[in-house]
């Protein structure tokens, strides 16, 4: 079945640190790619998503360019606030069927001080 | 316009109990998710709905883990019985057009 394997469970920086958050994925077919941020107490939100191969999607500073030769869609930020503190999932969809579900990769949490 | 809406928020149960968790999603979504969250395993699929129907019932889950859409403003999680590895945060989600929204949650501990 499909699968994303997130890299990194933790990472700690101090603000204006450059981030990485290293995502791979498993799906046959042409997957949707999605990062979502998750802060203490709140539900998973979109931050962006991609479809196609080459496509960047980017959000308050964050991108991840879509990478099928490869299948990563790592998550970059050059200068990360402390306010950036949370748990970041990248996650696929099968764009091509009708089914909407998507699969997570288990987190990376990211702790960002000032 | 509403998000998803999760209730309780948080809940304590005796090993053994039933216990009933709900879900109000988005307005006019046609896809609901069910998802237990836990540090080690991240984000698991319990449930899927599509226009009320079952379409993906998560196998691990089958056994004491039921989720109903009663209509398609309103949707349960019920466990029965509760065991204290069930201890977890539940979420509720919907989507439209692939963009999936969540609900905050419930934390259900298990004692």
């Known amino acids: 079945g499909d699968s994303v394997t997130q890299t990194e469970g933790q990472v700690a920086l101090s603000e204006e640190d450059f981030l990485t958050i290293h995502c791979n994925y498993s799906a046959s077919g042409y997957p949707t790619l999605f990062w979502y941020v998750q802060y203490p107490g709140e539900g998973p939100q979109l931050l962006f998503r991609a479809s196609r191969d080459k496509e960047k999607g980017s959000s308050r500073g964050f991108e991840a360019t879509y990478d099928k030769g490869t299948t990563s869609f790592h998550l970059r930020k050059a200068s990360v606030q402390e306010s950036d503190s949370a748990v970041y999932y990248c996650?696929?969809?099968?764009?091509?069927?009708?089914?909407?579900?998507?699969?997570f990769g288990k987190g990376t949490k990211l702790s960002v001080k000032s | 316009d509403a998000g998803v809406t999760q209730t309780p928020r948080h809940e304590v149960a005796e090993k053994g109990q039933t216990i009933i968790l709900k879900c109000e999603p988005v307005?006019?979504?046609?896809?609901l998710f069910w998802y237990r969250q836990t540090k080690i395993q991240g984000l698991e699929l319990l449930s899927y709905?599509?226009?009320?129907?079952?379409?993906?019932d998560g196998g691990a889950f089958k056994d004491r883990f039921k989720a109903e859409m009663l209509n398609s403003s309103f949707s349960t999680l019920k466990i029965q019985p509760t065991e204290p590895k069930d201890s977890a945060v539940y979420l509720c989600?919907?989507?439209?057009?692939?963009?999936?929204?969540f609900g905050k949650g419930t934390r259900l501990t298990v004692v």
């Open positions: 709905f599509r226009s009320k129907s079952l379409m993906e």
């Open positions: 307005s006019g979504h046609n896809d």
């Open positions: 996650a696929l969809s099968d764009s091509g069927g009708s089914n909407a579900k998507l699969t």
């Open positions: 989600a919907s989507s439209q057009d692939r963009e999936v929204f």
